[in-house]
Nanobody
Framework: VQLQASGGGLVQAGGSLRLSCAAS????????MGWFRQTPGKERMFVAA????????YYADSVKARFTISKDNAVNTVYLLMNSLKPEDTAVYYC?????????????????WGQGTQVTVSS
């Protein structure tokens, strides 16, 4: 599975962005998906995850009620809608794929990673 993230950019605090992650291959529906983010000098952190069917989601406390992850198996794409953005949301955002039914936050449980897209939130 190859993943291509897009949709990052510069936005003012309180604004919104929608990230997309397009996947290659014909087995996208077999993969749970996740979004992670990383700032310079810090570890990559979990943001959100969704199961392979798109019916179950899980969020980091820091983004709960502001971010929404969704998955469209018909177009092999996972999305991250980010509302009420804060300067502390500034990071490079990565999508990742995990084969199987379960979802989770552990970085080492994901099998494939996209290249990352920069999100910058100005105050």
């Amino acid at each position: 599975v190859q993943l291509q993230a897009s949709g990052g950019g510069l936005v003012q605090a309180g604004g919104s962005l929608r990230l997309s992650c397009a996947a290659s291959g014909r087995t996208f529906s077999s993969y749970a998906m996740g979004w992670f983010r990383q700032t310079p000098g810090k570890e990559r952190m979990f943001v959100a995850a969704i199961d392979r069917g798109g019916g179950s989601t899980y969020y980091a406390d820091s983004v709960k009620a502001r971010f929404t992850i969704s998955k469209d198996n018909a177009v092999n794409t996972v999305y991250l809608l980010m509302n009420s953005l804060k300067p502390e949301d500034t990071a490079v955002y990565y999508c990742a794929a995990r084969y199987g039914l379960r979802i989770g936050a552990a970085i080492d449980s994901y099998d494939y990673w996209g290249q990352g897209t920069q999100v910058t939130v100005s105050s």
